[in-house]
C-alpha cells in the first residue's frame, strides 16, 4: 500500500472508494508530509509507546504511527472509513482498528488492555465541534496520559494557552491548563487538507500534569464557577455567579466569599486564574461545611 500524505494519493484512495465527505463529522484529511512529521515529533512518539489515535480518517497519520510505535489503536466513527482503513493500513499488523465514538469508550480498561496500565499517548485530528469534550472527557477520566497531541483550529489552540486576563482566555483554558501544560507545536495553514477548511489550524502538544497547580477541595464545583463566570464575562462575578443555573449561592454567600478572598465585588471572572478560583471554591465549599 503506497503511503498517503499527498494530495495525488488521497484522491486515488477517495475515488477509489467512492468516498463522500460527511459534514456531521467535520472531516478534513492532511495531506501534508511535513505537517505528519511535526505532529510524529511534537507527540514524541518512540518504539515503546502504545498511542491512542482519535479520527485516524484515511489512516494517514496512522501509517506514520505504526511506523514509530509498539502498538496503535485508532477510533474512527464514521464507519464509511473502516473499510478504506482496513485497505491503507493492511501492511501494519501492530495498529487495529476500531469502529465507535470516542466518548462512548472506556479509555481506562484500553489503557489497560493495551499498555498495562501505563501512561498512554495519545493523537488526534479533531474537529471543532467535538475538540472540548473529547479532550475534557480525557483529562476526567483520569486515564493514566502522558501526553495528548491534537490538530484543531487555530483558535482553540490560541484559547488553550491563553493566559487570565487575555482576550482569548476562557473556560478552556484553565480546564486544559489545571490537567496539563499546553505547546504550541505548529501552525497548520487550510491548504494542508482535502477539503480545504475556512480557517487555519495548529498542533498542540499537551503535556499531563503529576498533579495539578493548584490543590482545591471540591474540583467540581471549582469547575462550575469557572464555566458560570465565563458564560457571563461581561457581567460582574458577583451577579454572573447569582444568575448560573449551575449554582445554588445567594448573592450574600458570594459577596461573603469574594470578601474572604479579597476579590472586590465588582471583578469580571475572566480575570482570575486557577488560584483564584479554587480559592472561591474552597470557600463555598466552607460555607455548606461549617
Known amino acids: ?149 491534537v490538530m484543531v483550529q487555530k483558535e482553540v489552540a490560541d484559547r488553550m494557552r491563553a493566559l487570565p486576563g487575555s482576550r482569548e482566555c476562557g473556560a478552556l483554558s484553565l480546564a486544559v491548563q489545571y490537567y496539563a501544560k499546553p505547546y504550541l507545536a505548529a501552525n497548520v495553514p487550510p491548504n494542508c487538507f482535502m477539503p480545504r477548511p475556512k480557517v487555519g489550524s495548529a498542533v498542540v502538544r499537551l503535556d499531563c500534569l503529576a498533579r495539578p497547580p493548584v490543590q482545591v477541595r471540591d474540583e467540581k464545583l471549582m469547575f462550575r464557577l469557572i464555566r458560570a463566570s465565563f458564560n457571563q464575562r461581561r457581567k460582574t462575578l458577583l451577579n454572573g455567579l447569582a444568575n448560573s443555573a449551575e449554582l445554588d449561592f445567594s448573592k450574600e454567600e458570594i459577596r461573603r466569599a469574594l470578601e474572604e478572598r479579597n476579590l472586590p465585588p465588582a471583578v469580571r471572572g475572566e480575570t482570575l486564574g486557577l488560584e483564584e478560583f479554587a480559592g472561591l471554591a474552597d470557600e463555598f465549599w466552607r460555607l455548606r461545611h461549617p
Do not use: W
Open 1 to 149: 500500500m503506497a503511503k498517503l500524505g499527498n494530495p495525488q494519493e488521497t484522491i486515488r484512495i477517495l475515488q477509489k472508494h467512492d468516498f463522500h465527505f460527511q459534514k456531521k463529522f467535520g472531516q478534513n484529511f492532511l495531506i501534508d508530509p511535513r505537517v505528519l512529521d511535526k505532529i510524529i515529533e511534537a507527540a514524541g512518539v518512540d518504539s515503546g509507546d502504545f498511542v491512542l489515535e482519535i479520527g485516524p480518517g484515511l489512516g494517514t497519520m496512522t501509517q506514520c504511527l505504526g511506523e514509530r510505535a509498539r502498538r496503535v489503536l485508532a477510533v474512527e466513527i464514521d464507519k464509511n472509513l473502516i473499510p478504506i482503513l482496513r485497505e491503507t493500513l493492511a501492511d501494519y499488523d501492530n495498529v487495529e482498528i476500531l469502529h465507535g465514538d470516542i466518548l462512548k469508550q472506556d479509555i481506562q480498561a484500553i489503557a489497560d488492555s493495551y499498555n498495562g496500565g501505563e501512561p498512554i499517548k495519545v493523537v488526534a485530528n479533531l474537529p471543532y465541534y467535538i475538540t472540548t469534550p473529547i479532550i475534557m472527557s480525557l483529562f476526567e477520566s483520569r486515564v493514566p496520559l502522558a501526553n495528548v497531541t
